[in-house]
């Protein structure tokens, strides 16, 4: 039988919370790998739906969980879930950056180590964004949000952005995503500034 809650209490860092079924009755544990919707993360005061089972211990784990509303209090519907899909074309713009990087450097003759950088900050940033996915989902220690954005700061942003489409991880953080816009824009002008001091 399926249930219907609010979440009463959520720790996102950890990936896992409480919820407090409707009409009353004892709260479940419930984990962030218990959401079948990667799409988005849950968040205090999200109703769900879920089925109930016991773990080895007999307490109560909420499974099979998917959000009953949408963030705007609609109710949630499988043509509802696809469109909150993040649609905006990070993988796009990371792969055009680098390409485009590498294409003027060939033509401008600038220095083969400037989209080499990049390239290998990216790789970097991309395997910290996915170690920190994997901490969240299995209940570990999490890489500090200021690391992520250090790393784009110093030319690893086109590996973020891929990594955000790709791992479906801190693209929807609201906070975070103005934050690391400003970083983008810090490097690009770092990068013009740098560009501008190569002999022609």
């Given at each position: 039988?399926?249930?219907?809650?609010?979440?009463?209490?959520?720790?996102?860092?950890?990936?896992?919370?409480?919820?407090?079924?409707?009409?009353?009755?004892?709260r479940c544990f419930v984990h962030i790998r218990a959401f079948a919707a990667r799409d988005r993360r849950p968040a205090l005061?999200?109703?769900?739906?879920?089925?109930?089972?016991?773990?080895?211990?007999?307490?109560r784990n909420a499974v099979q969980v998917r959000f009953a509303l949408q963030r705007g209090g609609a109710r949630n519907t499988p043509a509802a879930e696809r469109k909150g899909r993040d649609v905006f074309p990070r993988k796009t713009i990371a792969v055009l950056f680098l390409a485009g990087l590498a294409g003027l450097t060939a033509w401008m003759h600038w220095p083969m180590w400037l989209p080499a950088a990049y390239l290998?900050?990216?790789?970097?940033?991309?395997?910290?964004?996915?170690?920190?996915?994997?901490?969240?989902?299995?209940d570990q220690q999490r890489t500090p949000e200021k690391t992520l954005?250090?790393?784009a700061l110093f030319g690893g942003w086109p590996g973020a952005l891929f990594a955000q489409s790709v791992l479906r991880h801190k693209n929807r953080k609201a906070a975070f995503q103005q934050v690391?816009?400003?970083?983008?824009?810090?490097?690009?002008?770092?990068?013009a500034w740098l560009l501008h001091q190569i002999p022609r």
């Open positions: 039988m399926r249930l219907q809650g609010k979440l009463s209490e959520w720790d996102d860092a950890r990936g896992f919370g409480f919820v407090q079924p409707n009409g009353g009755g004892d005061g999200d109703v769900i739906t879920y089925a109930v089972e016991r773990d080895a211990q007999g307490r290998g900050a990216s790789t970097v940033t991309f395997l910290f964004y996915w170690f920190d996915k994997s901490a969240a989902q299995h954005q250090l790393l690391f816009w400003v970083v983008v824009v810090i490097n690009l002008g770092a990068l």
